[in-house]
T-cell receptor
Framework: AQSVTQLGSHVSVSEGALVLLRCNYS??????LFWYVQYPNQGLQLLLK??????LVKGINGFEAEFKKSETSFHLTKPSAHMSDAAEYFC????????????FGRGTSLIVHP | DAGVIQSPRHEVTEMGQEVTLRCKPI?????LFWYRQTMMRGLELLIY????????DSGMPEDRFSAKMPNASFSTLKIQPSEPRDSAVYFC???????????FGPGTRLTVT
């Protein structure tokens, strides 16, 4: 079984401020973890993923996430927010074996103020 | 590659009418997924196919919904008859079994009046 919890349905930051979007997961097997971004009126697109190896993963547009097994977390960060980062962000988990199907969180809407 | 293609992008129909949503996955991908997104329920997996075969349709809300994948490059999601509560954005996504991520189409925004 697997599940994802994204803390905060909305996160508001000022342009230039740190972005932190939280994701906690549960998985009965070693997980593969993903962050997707959805811009208005578009489909989801992959930001970054963790499968194996280095626990700090870098993605597109300056985002990165760190897999912390002890905390069952995969939080997404960006040092300096840009207005173009305003979007919906989804964390997802799937097991490294067995079911191929990922489970998505409810999403976090990132609001960036000028 | 053009990515996952969905049509139509927008559909407005009256209650009771049949609606057909279409999807063309990325060439070479062997998994295809249909999702529904609403404010209330978030992103829901409706059904997925592997090599054109339906594997799990437990997310299909009721018998009014059906999905087919007659070949590797085409899938349909049909709602008959449609109801106002079916109003949502429907996404198609595809994936390759040797990769890990899904590629989503732009979605079809369905409004049932």
């Amino acid at each position: 079984a697997q599940s994802v919890t994204q803390l905060g349905s909305h996160v508001s930051v000022s342009e230039g401020a740190l972005v932190l979007l939280r994701c906690n997961y549960s998985s009965s097997v070693p997980p593969y973890l993903f962050w997707y971004v959805q811009y208005p009126n578009q489909g989801l697109q992959l930001l970054l993923k963790y499968t194996t190896g280095a626990t700090l993963v870098k993605g597109i547009n300056g985002f990165e996430a760190e897999f912390k097994k002890s905390e069952t977390s995969f939080h997404l960060t960006k040092p300096s927010a840009h207005m173009s980062d305003a979007a919906e962000y989804f964390c997802a988990v799937r097991g490294s074996g067995g079911s191929y199907i990922p489970t998505f969180g409810r999403g976090t809407s990132l609001i960036v103020h000028p | 590659d053009a990515g996952v293609i969905q049509s139509p992008r927008h559909e407005v129909t009256e209650m009771g009418q049949e609606v057909t949503l279409r999807c063309k996955p990325i060439s070479g991908h062997d998994y295809l997924f249909w999702y529904r997104q609403t404010m209330m329920r978030g992103l829901e997996l409706l059904i997925y196919f592997n090599n054109n075969v339906p594997i799990d349709d437990s997310g299909m809300p009721e018998d009014r919904f059906s999905a087919k994948m007659p070949n590797a490059s085409f899938s349909t999601l049909k709602i008959q008859p449609s109801e106002p509560r079916d109003s949502a954005v429907y996404f198609c996504a595809s994936s390759w079994s040797h990769s890990y991520e899904q590629y989503f189409g732009p979605g079809t925004r369905l409004t049932v009046t």
